[in-house]
């Protein structure tokens, strides 16, 4: 029996080589969502009014750049498969189009600005809240564009696995943030008491040196033969072509998931401020087991992308749900303190000065945290096998699925909200379906096993039936993904 659990951890592709490259990348999203953890807690100990506007104009700011974060984030498959298939030369070239597309994305951000007063003021919120959300907005927009930078610039790291640099330039602009949050919202150390918009140019602030830092770490000596990071700077017609064809799903994906969920967020915020703020509250919760096991999730499209560069689907296969059972287990440990412990979780949210009003709040929010407790396994499901699918290229069928699934949770909130009267938490049954749809979808396409024989990076197609390795993973992979989780639990 010891030998078997040893072997499942130590084998290629095992436990072992999955938390290796995933859990850098868990300590760099987790050190973000403590960041968002950090400037909610500031925020409701501020006012409710801004931690309810903080995160739909957070979502809406964010959907400016979700078409073009997206097609730069993808550029990790692209830098996992050259990698895999050692290619390096090709990785500093095509990283040089994803940034071509986040430098295009810092004025688009910027020119939305104006437009901001409109945008919220028709959506119906309460003025006051209408208010602190124009300012939440236009002062994170001046930042949004680094994001895509950072994005791409990341995947030159975490494609290529070396993840501590990520998890070091990441962490370390969180903690700028955090330190901002308290010296911008309060009115501290001679900075001026802004409130919500402090929290949000706080953010701008750390977003903008968390570039800067990668472009320098871009630019070392190191970098520039192997990779040609510096003779690479030229746009390639074919390489963006290539990016562009792969990377508009993933794009498109990233526009219709966020622009679903904003909408859905100011329907909800019709209900009033404290549905929203509860909807927020439990979202923000919620983050800290997502956003490790979206680290991991790029873990595992790194993992899948090396290993199809290097023609080993059945690894590519065996690492995924490897990263799954990690992401459920730890999904499974914080879904049952959202149940059993909710009151641990909204602890830090609560100060003196607004006990009292934050019971009622912390009430509606213990149930909204039963909701995200029944959908985070399958929400495991949704970024762990999409990861895996897109690191081999399968960009459509995730485009198409997500097309499909994110009119629900928008349009069942709408007739329930505005035709039959139903309140928030019709709204929180909808988003749950959302989920759990998105989840049982991507994995069946997983298991179907069409992935194993796709490819991004160029005469891929050309090769793929020459290569022995690749004839003998595709004849095996899938009876192997049909019966690989329940072989990996009789071995656990």
């Known amino acids: 029996m010891f030998e078997r659990i040893e072997n499942w951890w130590r084998r290629p592709a095992g436990i072992r080589e999955v938390l290796t490259l995933a859990l850098p990348l868990v300590v760099s999203t987790l050190s973000w969502t403590l960041m968002i953890f950090t400037d909610r807690v500031f925020l409701v100990r501020y006012s409710q009014n801004a931690v309810a506007a903080a995160l739909p104009a957070g979502m809406l700011a964010f959907v400016v750049i979700c078409f073009p974060l997206g097609v730069a984030t993808y550029v990790n498959t692209f830098v996992a498969q050259y990698q895999g298939a050692k290619r390096p030369e090709r990785i500093g070239p095509v990283v040089w189009q994803a940034l071509f597309i986040g430098f295009l994305s810092i004025p688009l ?233 909710p009151e641990w979780l909204l602890a830090a949210y609560e100060s003196e000065v607004a006990r009292e009003s934050f019971a009622e709040l912390r009430e509606l929010t213990t149930v909204l945290l039963r909701f995200v407790a029944f959908y985070c396994l399958f929400d495991a499901m949704n970024v762990i096998f999409s990861a895996a699918i897109k690191g081999a290229g399968d960009t459509r069928f995730v485009l198409v699925t997500t097309l499909a699934a994110s009119a629900l949770p928008v349009v069942m909130t709408w007739v329930g909200v505005k035709i039959l009267g139903y309140g928030l938490l019709w709204a929180w049954v909808s988003v749950t379906a959302w989920v759990c749809l998105l989840g049982v979808m991507f994995l069946l396409r997983f298991v179907q096993g069409r992935w194993c024989t796709m490819r991004v990076i160029e005469q891929a197609a050309e090769t793929l039936l020459e290569l022995p390795s690749i004839q003998r993973s595709v004849e095996h992979v899938r009876p192997a993904l049909e019966n690989s989780f329940r072989s990996s639990e009789a071995e656990a």
């Open 109 to 341: 951000a910027i020119a939305t600005i104006p437009f901001a007063p409109a945008l919220f003021q028709a959506a119906g919120h309460a003025p006051e809240i209408a208010a602190l959300e124009i300012d939440y907005y236009q002062a994170i927009c001046w930042g949004q564009g680094a994001i895509v930078v950072s994005a791409a610039l990341s995947a030159f790291f975490t494609g290529r696995g070396d993840v501590r640099t990520v998890m070091i330039v990441d962490s370390f602009a969180a903690l700028v943030n955090v330190v901002l949050d308290y010296a911008w919202i309060f009115g501290h150390w001679g900075f001026p008491e802004m409130g919500a918009a402090g929290a949000a140019w706080a953010t701008t602030v750390a977003t903008l040196i968390r570039a800067a830092i990668y472009l320098a770490l871009w630019f070392r000596p190191e970098y520039r033969q192997p990779f040609r990071t510096v003779a690479g700077c030229r746009f390639d017609r074919q390489l963006f072509g290539r990016l562009l064809w792969f990377g508009f799903p993933n794009g498109m994906q990233y526009l219709f998931e966020v622009g679903a969920f904003s909408v859905y967020l100011l329907l909800v915020g019709q209900l009033g401020a404290q549905e929203l703020a509860a909807s927020n509250l439990a979202f923000n919760v919620n983050s800290l087991a997502f956003m490790p096991v979206y680290g991991i999730g790029i873990a595992t499209g790194t993992l899948v992308g090396q290993h199809l560069g290097e023609n080993r689907a059945d690894l590519a296969a065996r690492g995924t749900w490897s990263a799954f059972t990690i992401a459920a287990g730890l999904m499974a440990l914080v879904g049952s303190l959202y149940v059993l412990a």
